[in-house]
């Protein structure tokens, strides 16, 4: 069997841009002759780039709905795709603009019009690590061997992820950006209410209708750029830091090791690296000012400073190739049933695993929490599966996942099982053999997933031996 193309579509809404990306995911049969399929994601290719918009918005509560479709649907025509075309995806709204009170809905059209297998998500966890991935920084982590993050320093937010030896261990995201201020004029014409409170804090007359003062918004990037310093662990963490946090988030876990390797993407990210003469309110805003201190910031002196596969495109990038993984060679799916889309898992803990009657216990626990009005709703039960790979174990497995989701099997909905072990098929079979084909099943594998995460199972490709899945996070900034 040979390699299988999937085609992928990533769309950014940010703060301050709109963009759009094609790309072909290549996966291919790694195994032998006379074993069973391993198919493995090979490549990704960007095959089609967007023009870079700014985000058009109706108010500056609002998104121009209208616009951005049609901005989507121009960019699809002129990369001659169509949604049909299109296996899988992401379409994500970032940054401040996922403040905007229509956010939502425009993700939802979106969505509809882009495909049947494009994730609609939004949140600043998820964007930042999408960036990090778009950026490479996950593979400079992993290939030097060091504690690497990638700050990406967009219009509204700054998303940092941090990799150690290629593996991700935290991410944080603070409200600061390019156009958290924004100048016209000669004045400036909007302060966000946190940056204002912190310039007065500092004696910096930083307020809307004021002339746009040189020194104090670079004072300013310069308070900005150590927060972000704070934030990433080089400097000790103040108060102020941690009420930039966006949505009075967390910052990173507290036992990372010392930082080594540090890449920026983002739009302001440009003028980190490439520090030119230009003028400082070219884009009507202080992202000019924000990247040259930054760059100028003696905290990030003792960091190695590595270039990024991308800046401003990072996270479109990221949206277009990091967001589909693959399920394939070990599974089991009735006919008919997808794509499915926006899946809440149920997560077995994995404390709960260590015996069949606690797996059921757990499950029969939690599937009440996703009922409205006692009605059940769709859910995936998600488990490592890691102690139960003989036939025996698989058989007891299947018994106790069909005794703890009685509920689910006498609802409408189909019985859906993602296990993180080789043990998709085996168990799928187990659950078909017992349910005697009454309750339609679909068993993945190879796959991990949280309380909290959303999963999308797209339609069979490779000869239906493989599923493109996406797991997200389907959080909205408040």
């Not at 996270?315 to 009735?334: F, H, K, P």
């Not at 796959?447 to 797209?458: C, E, N, V």
């Amino acid at each position: 069997m040979g390699g299988e193309i999937i085609t992928s579509v990533g769309i950014d809404v940010g703060t301050s841009t709109t963009q759009l990306i094609f790309s072909k995911i290549i996966i291919e049969n790694r195994a032998s002759a006379y074993t069973a399929p391993r198919i493995v994601i090979v490549d990704k290719e960007v095959f089609y780039r967007s023009r870079i918009y700014f985000t058009p918005l109706l108010s500056p509560t609002e998104i121009d709905a209208e616009a951005v479709k049609k901005i989507v649907m121009n960019e699809y025509a002129n990369a001659n795709m169509a949604p049909e075309l299109v296996n899988t995806g992401a379409i994500i709204i970032t940054g401040e603009t996922a403040r905007k009170k229509n956010a939502n809905q425009l993700l939802e059209a979106l969505s509809e019009l882009c495909g049947d297998f494009v994730v609609a998500t939004a949140g600043p966890d998820l964007e930042s690590v999408l960036s990090a991935r778009g950026a490479g920084t996950d593979r400079i982590s992993e290939e030097e061997r060091i504690a690497a993050a990638n700050i990406d320093v967009g219009g509204g937010t700054s998303n940092l992820a941090f990799f150690e030896k290629g593996k991700l261990r935290g991410v944080a995201c603070l409200d600061i950006g390019g156009r958290l201020v924004k100048v016209e004029g000669g004045r400036i014409s909007y302060v966000y209410s946190k940056i204002e409170k912190l310039a007065a804090a500092h004696g910096l007359n930083i307020r809307a209708g004021e002339a746009a003062d040189v020194e104090s918004l670079r004072k300013l990037c310069r308070l900005m750029a150590g927060y972000l310093a704070e934030a990433a662990g080089l400097l000790p963490q103040s108060d102020e830091c941690r009420y930039l946090y966006t949505n009075d988030g967390a910052g990173l876990p507290p036992d990372l090791p010392r930082l080594e390797g540090l890449t920026f993407s983002g739009g302001v990210a440009d003028f980190i690296y490439n520090v030119s003469q230009v003028d400082l309110f070219r884009y009507g805003d202080i992202g000019v000012l924000l990247g040259y201190e930054i760059k100028n910031h003696p905290a990030f002196a003792g960091v190695k400073l590595y270039t990024p596969l991308e800046t401003i495109r990072a996270t479109v990038v990221g949206a277009g190739t990091c967001t589909t993984e693959i399920s394939g060679s070990t599974i089991s799916y009735a006919q008919g049933l997808l794509p499915i889309k926006n899946i809440p898992i149920v997560k077995v803990p994995d404390d709960d695993e260590r015996s069949p009657a606690a797996v059921e216990a757990s499950v029969k626990f939690q599937i009440p929490l996703y009922m409205e009005d006692g009605n059940i709703e769709q859910a995936a039960i998600s488990l490592s599966g890691e102690g139960y790979k003989s036939f025996a174990a698989v058989q007891e497995l299947a018994q106790a996942l069909i005794s703890g989701a009685a509920a689910v099997i006498a609802g409408p909905f189909p019985l859906i099982v993602v296990v993180e072990a080789d043990i998709g098929k085996a168990l799928g079979n187990a659950l078909n053999v017992k349910l005697k084909g009454k309750k339609p099943v679909v068993c993945i594998d190879g796959i991990h997933a949280a309380s909290g995460d959303y999963i999308d199972i797209g339609e069979p490709v490779f000869g239906g031996h493989v599923l493109p899945v996406v797991i997200k996070t389907l959080i909205f900034n408040s």
